[in-house]
């Protein structure tokens, strides 16, 4: 096996066998990414849809589909990944750790995210794509005609599958494979942002899950959880998909309060203010925020004491996110500040975020949400929090972190126009809508009459996303133009104060020559300032053990993309789909066998074929 | 010391199945993961309660429970929790052949427990009581089934665990994989002990 290794191709075969956290984490980023765009030609439809009254551009079930699929795809396949692309391409170097804790694992989970987000699309070719929204409440969902709420279901059934193994990959990672010294609470922000959500992900998506096999069995096998003429119940529907759909906001902004925290702090050339409150903020966000679930079903009737309980807890919640928000303005406060446009997004996420979170607590009053609920107020505040918070922290990130992952810098010219193009664009598509919804615009309508005053308002907002096109046009054309014309940077190309900044240019397969000593929060800026080269290393240049590569995760999965399409077809395809549930399921539990049976040790990279000594990141 | 090798009395260490990283990483990851599972199972447990008596149109929980056949269920499963456990503690002192004997007795009363399951359900149907006779049936076979789903992949991992193992001693690569199996059955049972109190024993006087 290490002869194969030896001879590391960047082939196709290379790709869909590996293991290597680095890969897997371009792998998220380029299928997410190609998600995020269908995601957003999605959202470019609805506005163009809206922009006067009374249009006939996308009108009834296909704008339904539109709608759920925008909102679905934005969630699950665009939003989950990107942020396990760069929990993937950077965790495992700041913490100091070669690989990750379970590399097959990690292979698995990107196999089962990307075939599910394939399946639930091929939704569009097959009949018609979901239609009862990205929450899918009973019984809208269970009495949908077609088969777009099959592939809904078992699409992101496999999917989450994949993220829930990600995320307890992660936690493994996260609490085992820390560098010596590397202690909790020397850990860089992201990181530990990363270990909050792997925990959320870890107690959040199970209930997801039997909530997908409830609606599942209630479609394909006539079951009754759901259905109030045979003694179901469809609020509880409600109940589970909320207990995971409220921790799942946490699971997405948590990792984007990672990332902002370590671009200010990089770009202030300072460290990052009340660390130790920034990390109790994360844990304390984390734990509350599955007590708050009920906050989405006010007016399903509760009761003013459950209301009133959910209602306070949710406030709550701006406490913690406050502590963060002071925690970064004081981080800037007197730094030497480069307004590099990681820096940028960075600064222009703290207001934008700022204001989803008021809306957040205005929402939160239990009483005045009989009056926003299902308006556009609530798409302005949600749109606010997911796209001015997660997607600004995002595009932060990727500028920030993209000579890590690719070796070249992307260009800052390019970099300051897409970010004023997309977020004046988002401000403008989404401040309209708070007014929208005051004034009374329900969500999800796909028209509204003439002589309401909704017009102008609609129309400023699809001019806004016009430009927050631009924005992402010019993202796109930025990753080409680096990938053409862009030269190597070094392995430190920001003046970075943690590990991932310690390698050189490209990271070798094996990250660290020898693992780090860790000194101290900031591990490499504390080496910088005692005037050393590089990070002091924790062992001597020994052989490195490796995992092996296997293309058993992408036969699995592909195996149960198989089945999702059986169990999809079940009441229509007759033998054929039974087939497919056999044969599909047989080749998951084929592999997994394979799995158990065949040992598997890993290789070992000799001392001999590795460099004399660590030459850093050329600091 | 490779982790292939078969591990002698002299150089047996402590904790076998923890004794190497990828024997850590395995023993948290595992204890997550049924962590996770918790909430899957506590999911199903909170459906069920809130469905038990929508019965829709199928025989009431109380009329069609038996609870002498469940109890025997329970005392095969609870016993086989206990012959796991006596599995792990040979583990520990690497008397392979023991381990491998009790292993044995684990998978007969998994499958003794199976066996009941399937008869109980088919005695069920022809009761009328369904997956589709209502809202309660639902909820009782997706619950019960979810567990026994587990205990049937438990049987066919330690199968697999037993056969590909025969014949080799404890090595410091194949002690997690048995020592996780204990893990996952002791999970099991646990579950078994809430789905008999509160499926069975409250069905037949709530």
């Known amino acids: 096996m290490s002869n194969a290794h030896a001879a590391n191709k960047s082939s196709l075969w290379d790709w869909l066998t590996t293991v290597d956290h680095k890969k897997i984490g371009i792998l998220y980023l380029i299928s997410g990414g190609f998600f995020f765009l269908i995601g957003g030609l999605e959202a470019l439809l609805i506005r163009i849809q809206l922009m006067k009254p009374e249009n006939t551009f996308l009108t009834g079930d296909l704008y339904n589909q539109v709608l759920t699929m925008h909102g679905t795809t934005m969630i699950f396949l665009a939003a989950m990944p990107i942020i396990f692309a760069f929990m993937n391409a950077v965790v495992p170097l700041q913490i100091g750790a070669r690989d990750v804790a379970f590399p097959f694992l990690n292979s698995l989970g990107f196999w089962l995210f990307f075939f599910g987000g394939v399946l639930l699309n091929l939704s569009w070719f097959l009949g018609g794509a979901p239609d009862a929204g990205w929450t899918a409440y009973a019984p809208l969902s269970t009495t949908s005609s077609g088969s777009g709420l099959d592939f809904y279901v078992l699409g992101l059934q496999i999917a989450g599958a994949g993220t829930l193994i990600g995320g307890i990959n992660f936690l493994v990672t996260i609490i085992n494979m820390r560098a010596p010294g590397m202690t909790f609470m020397r850990m860089p922000l992201f990181t530990w942002t990363a270990f909050i959500t792997s925990g959320l992900i870890l107690f959040a998506f199970p209930a997801l899950t039997i909530g997908f096999f409830l609606l599942m069995f209630d479609r394909v096998f006539e079951a009754n959880f759901f259905d109030a003429s045979m003694g179901g119940n469809p609020i509880i529907w409600e109940h589970i998909f909320w207990i995971f759909g409220h921790p799942e906001v946490y699971i997405l902004i948590l990792p984007a309060f990672g990332i902002i925290s370590e671009v200010v702090s990089t770009f202030s050339k300072k460290r990052l203010f009340g660390y130790s409150a920034m990390v109790f903020a994360t844990v304390l966000i984390g734990f509350l925020g599955f007590m708050v679930w009920a906050h989405h079903m006010f007016t399903v009737g509760l009761g003013p004491v459950a209301n009133s309980i959910f209602a306070v807890a949710t406030m709550a919640i701006a406490i913690p996110t406050g502590v963060k928000i002071f925690n970064w303005v004081f981080t800037l406060w007197g730094g030497q500040i480069r307004f590099t446009t990681a820096n940028l997004f960075a600064v222009g996420f703290i207001p934008t975020f700022v204001m989803g979170g008021v809306t957040g607590v205005m929402l939160a009053a239990a009483p005045a949400d009989y009056q926003y609920h299902d308006s556009y107020f609530v798409v302005a505040h949600f749109h606010y929090v997911i796209v001015g918070g997660l997607v600004l922290g995002l595009f932060a990130g990727l500028y920030y972190w993209y000579p890590r992952m690719f070796g070249k810098m992307l260009n800052e010219t390019i970099g300051k126009w897409n970010f004023w193009t997309f977020f004046i664009g988002f401000h403008l598509t989404f401040f309209p809508q708070h007014f929208l919804g005051l004034m009374g615009m329900p969500r999800r309508y796909f028209t509204y009459p003439e002589g309401f005053g909704l017009g102008s308002m609609n129309f400023i907002s699809t001019i806004g996303a016009f430009f927050m096109t631009i924005g992402t046009i010019l993202f796109v054309y930025n990753i080409i133009i680096t990938h053409a014309k862009g030269k190597m940077v070094s392995g430190d190309p920001w003046d970075g104060r943690t590990l991932e900044w310690a390698i050189p240019n490209p990271t070798p397969h094996y990250n660290f020559l020898q693992t780090p000593l860790v000194r101290g929060l900031d591990a490499l800026w504390i080496e910088k300032m005692a005037g050393n080269k590089k990070m002091t290393p924790a062992e001597p240049v020994g052989d490195i053990h490796m995992p092996n590569n296997s293309i058993l995760p992408f036969i699995m999965s592909l195996g149960f993309f198989i089945a999702g399409f059986g169990f999809i077809y079940f009441n229509k395809g007759g033998a054929l789909a039974l087939v497919a549930i056999i044969v599909g399921l047989g080749i998951g539990l084929v592999c997994m066998f394979l799995r158990s049976w065949i040992d598997d040790h890993g290789y070992h990279i000799h001392k001999k074929d590795l460099p004399k000594e660590d030459k850093g990141a050329d600091l | ?206």
């Open chain 2, 1 to 206: 010391m490779n982790v292939g090798e078969r591990l002698t009395d002299q150089n047996f260490p402590e904790s076998p199945e923890k004794a190497t990283l990828e024997g850590k990483n395995k023993f948290l990851g595992f204890w997550l993961f049924l962590g996770g599972e918790t909430v899957l199972f506590a999911t199903l447990f909170g459906t069920y309660l809130g469905l038990r008596n929508s019965f829709g149109k199928g025989p009431e929980a109380s009329e069609i429970f038996q609870l002498p056949m469940v109890f025997a269920a329970t005392i095969i499963l609870l016993t086989s929790s206990l012959t796991s456990v006596y599995a792990v503690l040979a583990l520990k002192e690497n008397r392979v052949k023991a381990m491998r004997g009790w292993l044995f007795v684990t998978l007969l009363l998994g499958l003794s427990f199976l066996g009941l399951e399937i008869y109980e359900f088919i005695h069920y149907v022809h009761e009328g009581h369904t997956f589709t006779s209502g809202a309660f049936g639902s909820a009782f076979y997706t619950l019960v089934g979810f567990h026994g789903g587990h205990v049937l992949f438990g049987c066919l991992w330690l199968s697999t665990l037993l056969i590909r193992n025969s014949g080799r001693g404890l090595t410091l690569y194949n002690s997690p994989k048995y020592y996780l199996f204990a893990l996952y059955w002791h999970f099991v049972d646990v579950v078994w002990v809430f789905i008999f109190t509160v499926v069975y024993l409250l069905g037949k006087v709530g």
